[in-house]
Structures are given as structure tokens and as C-alpha cells.
């Protein structure tokens, strides 16, 4: 599955867009991890893999005013140093 067609599954996610084409993979990442299930999750991280998944994150966690809620932000750190 690609990454467009997992976020075409999910409009309750990407509820503000019907262009589902044009998401780029860091707001698709950033969407999921604040918003999604666990299954959206572990999903995407198929799609994408573990390693491109956690660098997404990385790279958004590091500005200082990410859109990641604090609980959520500290989760994936902590999840991703331990499996990427």
C-alpha cells in the first residue's frame, strides 16, 4: 500500500484535506502520531519502516514549536530510541 492510499483510508484524520495526493510523508507521520491508533501506527511504520519513520519524527520533534502534544512527543522518543 502506499503512503497516499493509507491516508485516503483515514479522512477522519486528515479531516482539514481531500487532496490526499499532495500530503507530504511529515504531516502524514505527524497526522498519525498525534491522532491515530495504535493499528494507524504500526501501519505506517510498515509502509515506511521503522529507521525513515523515527527520522520523520525526529526531524519535526526538534523545532521548537511542533505541533506533537508533550505526552505524545515523549512517548515516541522514548519508543523510538529503543526500536530505530
Known amino acids: 500500500m502506499e503512503l ?3 491516508a485516503k483510508k483515514r479522512p477522519y484524520l486528515f479531516w482539514s484535506t481531500n487532496d490526499f495526493e499532495n500530503l507530504s510523508e511529515e504531516i502524514i507521520v505527524e497526522t498519525v502520531l498525534n491522532l491515530g491508533t495504535w493499528e494507524d501506527t504500526q501501519e505506517l511504520i510498515e ?3 521503522m529507521e525513515k519513520t ?3 519524527f525526529r526531524k519535526k520533534a526538534e523545532i ?3 505541533n506533537f502534544r508533550p505526552g505524545i512527543k515523549n ?3 522514548l519508543y523510538f ?3 530505530a
Open 4 to 6: 497516499n492510499d493509507f
Open 47 to 49: 509502509i515506511l519502516g
Open 54 to 56: 523515527a527520522s520523520i
Open 64 to 66: 521548537k514549536r511542533n
Open 75 to 77: 512517548y515516541f522518543e
Open 81 to 83: 530510541k529503543k526500536y
